[in-house]
Nanobody, 125 residues
Framework: QVQLVESGGGLVQAGGSLRLSCAAS????????MGWFRQAPGKERDFVAA????????FYASSVKGRFTISRDNAKSTLYLQMNSLKPEDTAVYYC??????????????????WGQGTQVTVSS
């Protein structure tokens, strides 16, 4: 069982930066693949970034590659998403998710069995 709580969202101007955090409780965080997804109003929940349980592999959506960085600290049971050069189209609710039985399908929403409640990110133009 993993419980996830996101923080760090807010309102920022285009070109600015935010750092999201996802605090996890439960014994399986360090063995879980972790991901960030986002959902804009009226749209589906989309993959943003993922990281393997060791942190050795990272994956990004093409829309955020080069601007966002995913990282994890297994000692602190915390997942991060550093977001730079933010654009208005990055506006969404951002969710962290845990895949407690990773199979390598990091980009697939259905692979993740635990989800946080989400944090709002709003980028003004």
């Amino acid at each position: 069982q993993v419980q996830l709580v996101e923080s760090g969202g807010g309102l920022v101007q285009a070109g600015g930066s935010l750092r999201l955090s996802c605090a996890a409780s439960g014994r399986t965080f360090s063995s879980s693949a972790m991901g960030w997804f986002r959902q804009a109003p009226g749209k589906e929940r989309d993959f943003v970034a993922a990281i393997s349980w060791t942190g050795g592999y990272t994956f990004y959506a093409s829309s955020v590659k080069g601007r966002f960085t995913i990282s994890r600290d297994n000692a602190k049971s915390t997942l991060y998403l550093q977001m730079n050069s933010l654009k208005p189209e990055d506006t969404a609710v951002y969710y962290c998710a845990a895949d407690s039985n990773p199979s390598g399908s990091y980009r697939s929403l259905v692979e993740y069995d635990y989800w946080g409640q989400g944090t709002q990110v709003t980028v003004s133009s």
